[in-house]
């Protein structure tokens, strides 16, 4: 399956910073995707993005406050800015593998205090 | 857009008998249907999927039955064993670089 390297693995971050979570795949793919699961929860879809274009974002996500950057068809970031406690979750991003499935990186635990 | 509905949110089986989780989705367009198998602190990591051209698949202890008239799928486990023991979560999608779309999940224990 396609290998997702995702980092940090965990942080423990003060309200009111940011944390910037990065994405490398092992080859090219057109989408990339990024979760959010809350302690106990199921995987909310933050964005989708596309090398070249904005990301797209569902509802209840804002582009000021998750900024999603795709410089390349291996490679994403989201940022979490002007964290507060209730965005303590986990995010994971995914991508699409043709024979292989959605595959997950390996996700950060973020933890706001 | 599309809704994934799961259940039972919780389950409980003997070791050796078997485990049934049911999902009902929405959106007729939706053509894959992946099931989920999330260990605690881990990914969720893919066990089974099946396409809307296929009605079954089965991969050992594991199968999935889709019903596209009726808009839901199921995931079977047979002989559950102590390390089946997870949260599993269903999802939907149309294939091709579109998201999926994840149900609520349903935490199985199998009791040795």
């Known amino acids: 399956s396609a290998v997702i390297s995702q980092k940090p693995s965990r942080d423990i971050c003060q309200r009111g910073t940011s944390l910037t979570i990065q994405c490398q795949v092992d080859?090219?793919?057109?989408?990339m995707f990024w979760y959010r699961q809350q302690p106990g929860q199921s995987l909310t879809l933050i964005a989708t993005?596309?090398?070249?274009?904005?990301?797209?974002?569902e509802s209840g996500f804002v582009i000021d406050k998750f900024p999603i950057s795709r410089p390349n068809l291996t490679f994403s970031t989201l940022t979490v800015s002007n964290m507060s406690p209730e965005d303590s979750s986990i995010y994971l991003c995914?991508?699409?593998?043709?024979?292989?499935?959605?595959?997950f990186g390996s996700g950060t635990r973020l933890t706001v205090v | 857009g599309e809704n994934v509905e799961q259940h039972p949110s919780t389950l409980s089986v003997q070791e050796g008998d078997s485990a049934v989780i049911k999902c009902t989705y929405s959106d007729s367009a939706s053509n894959y249907f992946p099931w989920y198998k999330q260990e605690l602190g881990k990914r969720p990591q893919l066990i089974i999927d099946?396409?809307?051209?296929?009605g079954e698949k089965k991969d050992q202890r594991i199968a999935v039955t889709l019903n596209k008239t009726a808009k839901h799928f199921s995931l079977h486990i047979t002989e559950t064993q102590p390390e089946d023991s997870a949260v599993y979560f269903c999802a939907a999608t149309h294939s091709g670089n579109t998201p999926l779309v994840f149900g609520k999940g349903t935490r199985l224990s199998v009791i040795a």
């Open positions: 099946i396409r809307s051209n296929v």
């Open positions: 993005a596309n090398q070249g274009s904005e990301a797209t974002y």
């Open positions: 080859s090219q793919v057109t989408m």
């Open positions: 995914s991508v699409d593998r043709a024979n292989y499935g959605y595959t």
